[in-house]
Every structure is written in C-alpha cells, then in structure tokens.
C-alpha cells in the first residue's frame, strides 16, 4: 500500500505518479493483473528514496537544535551563579 498519490505532497515522485494513474486509467481491468506493476515498484522506491532525504534533513535539523539547546544551558548555567551571589548580598 502507498501513500496518497497527491502531487504536491510528493513533489519528487510526481512524474511517476502521473504515469501510475494514467496506467490505472488507461487498463482498468488490466491493472489488476499485474498490468501496472513496474510503475508500482518504481513509485515504491521513488517514495522510500524521497522519505530518506527527508528522515536526513529531519535529522541534521535536529542536530542543530540539540547543538542550540546546549549552547543555552551551558550559558544559563554559567550565569546562575553570579545571580546567586547578587541575590545572597
């Protein structure tokens, strides 16, 4: 099973999808013998290729923000104790 075959959600894939929906309109008896299946695996691995680039920038994304969520306790954690002391004084 695939996700919906909507064009601007796959922008990568969109060539193929077009094509595997012309198939499908194109054999609507056909289709269920196997007349459509190497569009279906090449829509298949157009998606796995395109959900490993996103599951990269996700990840580089996160990187930074873990880098970013650092930087800021280090610093807070460095001016926790001058604020102590101006409190104790």
Do not use: V, W
């Amino acid at each position: 099973m695939h996700p919906p075959l909507t064009i601007h959600r796959h922008p990568m894939c969109a060539e193929i999808i077009e094509q595997f929906q012309k198939c499908h309109l194109d054999h609507p008896i056909a289709k269920f013998f196997g007349e459509c299946t190497d569009l279906k695996i090449k829509l298949d691995r157009c998606f796995r290729q395109e959900k490993a680039l996103k599951r990269k920038a996700n990840f580089e994304e996160s990187k930074k923000l873990k880098e970013r969520l650092q930087a800021y306790r280090k610093e807070s954690a460095e001016s926790s104790p001058e604020e102590n002391n101006f409190m104790q004084a």
